[in-house]
DNA sequence: TAGATTGTTAATCGATTAACAATC
DNA sequence: TAGATTGTTAATCGATTAACAATC
């Protein structure tokens, strides 16, 4: 069984990055179910995934089976949990309390290694108020928040006309990273993170299916 | 300029599908920009694509183009909806009105051919409660709502114990797809469409990319 | 007509799957 | 040791990009 120190290799494809959340989680359901081993066809049935799949996928960050026997669960979880970077806490700010900014503040981050340390907005009625333990500042704070806190992070989750240039003031005060729910593409420096969540375009996706199936 | 009459081709490949609501948001914001045209090439500086994938994906629908011209903005931009099926209105519950729930109730679905009529829970708290005009009802009356509005369409915003064992009896109830927000792979029949919206496993490979950088 | 740009075929690139030798 | 299953190389498949003839 190898060594415990993670190193990240730098060229690992987007595909197999959006995979490894979803190991994850199955490793985390069998360890709740206390399975201890578990090979990668096994894991490929549950998964419906291929075995040579997994296996590839696993090895671009190292060995972490044993030929005869499979993969430790809990040995599995913990090193793909490295691998995502959950054992580290990152702090992070929600910018824009509407109803899905409070709604992400309601959500339970720390199991993936965040923590939300304040709401913004520009709305008077409801700074002040309180989600979850987190209080909603007036965006006219933030600047100072993020340099006081040095805040990294932000889930940015404004509307589409104020979100582009609310980003750009973001990066010029140190963030680094951004979860987008507004949908637009963020025009920033190429050495900062943005993950997107673009609702509408999912569930336009679902419905070109359902309109397809229905020809 | 060819026939308006859409016939959607039964192998279009899933990339391509997740393309086609980018291409639709960019026409829309070049359609309010009064750009009456526009060519593969210019579109694919905007869209930090190629215009060669461009003309590839549209034309596995149809020649929506014109040599020696480009595209009509306003002509793509209807053509392309009508492929989505933004065109024709779906009517969509919601299961589990807690905050994401809530959320989304609040969100302004019926430019993309949804319209909410009602959301559900099992908190008695909630039963009876209006959110933006839509009422919450008892899960228990579940099943013969979905009977007598002829409901097809489900998003499901309940916690992962429940989400599995709900969605098996929508289905036996008559719903078709799914918008799932539950972290967990729903286990349905073939012929019924689900589309995941899977927030923590977004936020992972965000996570990942953080670590990452910072090595 | 000449210039521009599409639609489409061919070439390349990347990701997935299959196969099997290494080894626990 | 024999059996099982990994790690990894090679083969296949699919998706993207390049190129260009067709044509507005």
Known sequence: ???????????????????????????????????????????SQRMQVTASQIRQDLNNFGGFGQQGYGYNVEYLYTEIGKILG????????????????????NYHFEPNGFRVLGLFD????????????VEIYDIDTLEEFIHTHDIKIAVLTLPKQTASD????????????????????????????????HLAESLMTLSYRIRSNNE
Chains 1, 2 share one sequence.
């Open 166 to 197: 609310m980003a750009k003031s973001m990066v010029e005060w140190g963030i680094k990273a951004f979860w987008n729910f507004a949908p637009v593409d963020l025009k920033l420096p190429k050495d900062i993170m943005v993950e997107n969540v």
């Open 1 to 43: 069984m190898a060594e415990s120190k993670i190193t990240i290799p730098k060229d690992i494809s987007p595909a197999v990055i959006k995979r490894l959340p979803r190991y994850y989680r199955y490793l985390g359901e069998l360890k709740e179910h206390d399975v201890s081993r578990i090979s990668s066809k096994e894991l």
């Open 122 to 133: 520009v709305n008077p009625r409801l700074v002040g108020l309180t989600v979850r333990g």
């Open 86 to 105: 959950l054992d580290k806490v990152n702090n992070m700010i929600i910018v824009g309390a509407g109803n899905l900014g409070q709604a992400l503040a």
